[in-house]
């Protein structure tokens, strides 16, 4: 399977991630009925780790042979980009309000091409501009049926919106700063690891159940294996060899299925500008493999983190 993947560029590997979570409000959303988010990322994060035990033990062996700022790294990330971040999202879907959830997570790539730059070194090239500006363009004429008149409904799920969508675009720089040392399974099993710690940390402080009911729990172990270690898998394996600006991009196949998932099973409606809005996106995203072997073939400079 490897050998066949390796066939693909990796951002065409992190658009199909994306888009398997972007597929995650099927079943995200119904479950915010019966169970709070902290109790469904916490049972995810229980079947996830379950699935990768057999790799726990040496992934971890290797993140600490990789040395002190790899071990913060994947800490940051599990706890981090995997637990916080996917409980402060799945809260903001609870409020129902699928237009400020995925409009606000346009600012990511923002953040990733930010941090790519301190972190990694990964400087932008002049055009790169001329992918990420109509890339974000789209998402918002995606996310917004009026994009000249803008509504956000509510200042708490604008907050964790916000937020979710730091920890993600922080999440995606240090992965690929990992990637560096660890293999791609191993990066996910210990994300998969510290986000169960910080989880299970977070199941006292805000009152929640560990465990919901036997038909939520299924579920919920659906969402684990589909969109995280199937997803989360294709992920880290396409983020080894793509430079985590492209990466973001790619990723905005997120907000574009998830959009099309509020307009025709959550009974949303799609104006024209909106459909202008995924055609714009998608096709940016169909180019960035041919962008991705532009930025290759240029001379790599010595990042910044690796310097220090």
């Keep these: ?12 590997l992190i658009s199909i991630a994306a888009t398997m979570w972007g597929l995650d409000g099927l079943i995200r959303k119904p479950l915010s009925e019966t ?14 780790v379950l699935l990768t035990l057999p790799l726990l033990i040496p992934a971890l062996r290797s993140l600490w042979q990789a040395g002190p700022r790899y071990v913060a790294a994947g800490v940051a990330v599990g706890a981090g980009a995997s637990a916080i971040a996917t409980i402060l999202f799945t809260k903001a879907l609870f409020h129902g309000d699928f237009v400020t959830v995925f409009v606000l997570q346009k600012a990511q790539p923002l953040i990733v091409v930010a941090g790519a730059w301190l972190l990694l070194g990964e400087q932008p090239r002049p055009g790169f501009v001329w992918f990420l500006l109509p890339a974000l363009a789209g998402i918002w004429l995606v996310a917004l049926p009026q994009p000249l008149d803008p509504h956000a409904h509510g200042l708490v799920p604008i907050v964790e919106t916000l937020t979710a969508a730091v920890l993600w675009g922080m999440g995606t720089v240090l992965g690929r700063y990992l990637s560096r040392r660890l293999t791609f399974d191993h990066i996910s099993t210990v994300r998969f690891a510290f986000g169960l710690l910080a989880s299970a940390c977070m199941l006292p402080i ?7 009911s036997a038909h939520d729990s299924f579920w919920i172990a659906v969402l684990a294996v589909v969109t995280g270690f199937l997803a989360l898998g294709l992920y880290y394996y396409g983020l080894k060899r793509t430079p985590a600006l492209l990466a973001a991009i790619g990723e905005l196949a997120f907000p574009v299925t998830a959009t099309l998932i509020g307009i025709y099973v959550f009974d949303s ?40």
């Design 1 to 12: 399977m490897p050998l066949r993947l390796n066939r693909l560029p990796g951002v065409v």
């Design 35 to 48: 169970t709070s988010a902290t109790t469904i990322v916490f049972g995810e994060h229980v079947v996830l």
């Design 206 to 212: 805000v009152g929640a159940d560990a465990f919901s």
């Design 269 to 308: 409606s799609l104006r024209w500008t909106q459909w202008v809005g995924i055609a714009l996106t998608v096709g940016v995203i169909s180019l960035l493999p041919a962008r991705r072997r532009k930025i290759v073939s240029a001379p790599a400079r010595e990042p910044a983190v690796a310097a220090t």
